[in-house]
């Protein structure tokens, strides 16, 4: 039975992963004081491919047990959005006003039209996560492959990337759609790539380290990824929801809400884009935040300026 209470939840205490006073000042700009997670959703089996649209409405989909895209409004409730749609593991929302889909039990990628009916964009793949650019550029994950792949506004796919990324999984755009971040579920690393003219990727790097857990130093298990207006990216992994700067640097490390499952989705919901919004095994959680979520259907825009 799936349950939305949307109820305080206990607020996880944080972990810091450099040292503390450094790390307070960074997370004290995006964390509400007093304010911790609150449960969302329950009763599902495994939440991921967390999105929104630009009214702030919250997209999921049950990737392991489920068989519809669900979307949560801004009072709370929850309802099947697109029925018959099983096993979706990323979701989202592009500037033409579709939503974009990795249909990874059916390998393939779709896009649902306004009136929920059904394109094929790719057949015979291994999609992961997907991202799309304002001017209709998609990229993809293919953890299985080691590949990046682009579909591009006229429907030619290419591989973007192939062997740089070892199991390349979550995926992000940074707000002015210059750079595209990939994390590595089987490394430690979030890489990223510079966007050219022409769609194609170049000048690869180990941009962001991850906090690892102590059993497997070398592997952080990066998953799925998300960015605000200020340009700090969001990375689900092994630790937690690890959060960095746009330079790169880790501002800290939310633990997940539940710490025996794990947190493999993320984005910024509700109203003004301001909730935090992780999928933590079958149950998604939010919190408030001081930040606000970047919108890649609303084109690119530079960082906006913290005030102090």
């Known amino acids: ?23 307070d000042m960074s997370l004290s700009q995006i964390l509400v004081e007093d304010a911790g997670w609150e449960l969302v959703v329950e009763g599902y089996e495994f939440t991921d491919g967390l999105t929104t649209d630009a009214e702030g409405n919250l997209y999921f989909s049950d990737v392991k047990g ?21 096993g979706i593991s990323g979701l989202k929302w592009g500037a033409d006003g579709r939503l974009y889909a990795c249909v990874s039990k059916e390998q393939r990628v779709v896009v649902f039209d306004k009136d929920k009916a ?27 492959t080691a590949e990046i792949r682009r579909i591009d506004p006229a429907g030619k796919m290419t591989v973007v990337s192939a062997g740089v990324v070892g199991k390349p999984n979550g995926i992000a755009l940074s707000r002015d759609q210059g750079t595209l971040a990939v994390s590595d579920h089987g490394g430690k690393f979030v890489w990223a790539f510079r966007i050219e003219a022409d769609g ?39 630790e937690g929801l690890q959060i960095f700067d746009p ?18 989705s993320t984005c910024f919901a509700g109203p003004g884009h301001a909730w935090l ?16 979520g970047a919108l890649a259907f609303n084109g690119p825009q530079p960082n906006e300026v913290l005030q102090k």
């Open 1 to 23: 039975m799936h349950s939305t209470p949307l109820s305080l939840g206990l607020a996880a205490s944080l972990a810091f992963a450099v040292p503390l006073a450094a790390q």
């Open 66 to 86: 489920g068989n519809a895209v669900f979307k949560v409004d801004l009072e709370g409730k929850v309802s099947e959005f697109i029925p018959n749609t099983p």
């Open 118 to 144: 059904v394109t094929e964009l790719a057949k015979e793949v291994r999609p992961n996560d997907l991202v799309v650019t304002h001017d209709g550029n998609l990229y993809f994950t293919m953890t299985p």
């Open 200 to 238: 194609t990727l170049a000048h690869p790097g180990n941009y962001m380290t991850l906090v690892t857990p102590a059993e497997t130093p070398e592997v952080g298990k990066g998953d799925g990824m998300t960015t605000d207006v200020h340009g700090r990216y969001y990375v689900t992994s092994a």
């Open 247 to 264: 330079t790169g640097r880790l501002c800290g490390v939310l633990p997940a809400p539940d710490s025996k499952l794990p947190v493999v």
């Open 277 to 292: 919004h992780v999928g933590n095994g079958g149950t998604i959680w939010r919190r408030k935040t001081r930040t606000s």
